[in-house]
């Protein structure tokens, strides 16, 4: 495939979901308006999953030829996820799954290949520490994330408890545990979420107010308060 063809499909890609984000006031006008959006994208998915596809296609023959011409290792990640209509939303600024969940992919010498781990939650900020430990670089001191190099080589190895994130601005935080997700946000009406990701995966039910919960909550609450002050997050002046 030539250069000027691939260009011109990620040009469609970009095209097609910035048309999407510039609608987006529309979400705020009633279901009606929710569902029409709903539709209208699941149509332009189409063209965006075969668009996805050959991109995919491209880029893993480029790794496997890419891999037989060097010595080193090659890691992609995205930033972000897309709802895509869950939860009749179509934007990413919101704290489920489908938005917050990005792949991390990592290929080379030594690391095993067609692994899927889902034992280990994997932060964006560990992509420094991680491709310096795999450049042999001395990982700088005030570095957030960890190395990955350490579970690669030994997926029983201690790993961190949870994952956090920051959500549209100074409004929300998460804290992600393997069972649970904890969200705080800014908002008079509603400040805590807490979902159980093992029984209820499609995050439909708030947890927040069972009093069953409260010891989780709490848990929880202290691992977000904690790092936001290991981060100094000003986000933990809204909320206190």
């Given at each position: 495939?030539?250069?000027?063809?691939?260009?011109?499909?990620?040009?469609?890609?970009?095209?097609?979901?910035?048309?999407?984000?510039?609608?987006?006031?529309?979400?705020?006008?009633?279901?009606?308006?929710?569902?029409?959006?709903?539709?209208?994208?699941?149509?332009?998915?189409?063209?965006?999953?075969?668009?996805?596809?050959?991109?995919?296609?491209?880029?893993?023959?480029?790794?496997?030829?890419?891999?037989?011409?060097?010595?080193?290792?090659?890691?992609?990640?995205?930033?972000?996820?897309?709802?895509?209509?869950?939860?009749?939303?179509?934007?990413?600024?919101?704290?489920?799954?489908?938005?917050?969940?990005?792949?991390?992919?990592?290929?080379?010498?030594?690391?095993?290949?067609?692994?899927?781990?889902?034992?280990?939650?994997?932060?964006?900020?560990?992509?420094?520490?991680?491709?310096?430990?795999?450049?042999?670089?001395?990982?700088?001191?005030?570095?957030?994330?960890?190395?990955?190099?350490?579970?690669?080589?030994?997926?029983?190895?201690?790993?961190?408890?949870?994952?956090?994130?920051?959500?549209?601005?100074?409004?929300?935080?998460?804290?992600?545990?393997?069972?649970?997700?904890?969200?705080?946000?800014?908002?008079?009406?509603?400040?805590?979420?807490?979902?159980?990701?093992?029984?209820?995966?499609?995050?439909?039910?708030?947890?927040?107010?069972?009093?069953?919960?409260?010891?989780?909550?709490?848990?929880?609450?202290?691992?977000l308060n904690d790092w936001m002050k290991k981060?100094?997050?000003?986000?933990?002046?809204?909320?206190?």
């Amino acid at each position: 495939m030539s250069k000027s063809i691939l260009i011109t499909f990620l040009t469609l890609a970009i095209v097609t979901i910035t048309a999407v984000a510039q609608n987006k006031s529309d979400l705020k006008n009633g279901s009606s308006a929710i569902d029409k959006k709903v539709a209208d994208l699941m149509q332009q998915m189409t063209l965006e999953e075969k668009i996805g596809q050959m991109c995919q296609y491209v880029a893993i023959e480029h790794i496997r030829e890419t891999k037989k011409r060097m010595k080193g290792e090659i890691m992609i990640e995205d930033d972000h996820g897309e709802m895509a209509g869950s939860h009749h939303i179509v934007l990413k600024t919101v704290p489920y799954e489908e938005a917050m969940a990005v792949p991390f992919l990592i290929a080379g010498p030594g690391i095993p290949s067609g692994v899927v781990d889902k034992n280990h939650f994997i932060s964006g900020l560990d992509m420094l520490p991680t491709l310096c430990n795999l450049a042999g670089i001395k990982i700088p001191s005030d570095v957030r994330g960890l190395s990955v190099n350490k579970i690669l080589k030994n997926p029983s190895a201690s790993w961190r408890e949870a994952v956090f994130a920051t959500v549209d601005g100074d409004q929300e935080r998460v804290v992600r545990t393997y069972r649970y997700k904890y969200i705080r946000l800014n908002r008079p009406d509603e400040n805590e979420v807490l979902f159980d990701m093992q029984n209820d995966s499609g995050e439909t039910k708030n947890l927040a107010s069972n009093s069953e919960y409260t010891g989780i909550l709490e848990h929880h609450w202290k691992l977000l308060n904690d790092w936001m002050k290991k981060t100094n997050d000003p986000f933990i002046k809204v909320v206190k």
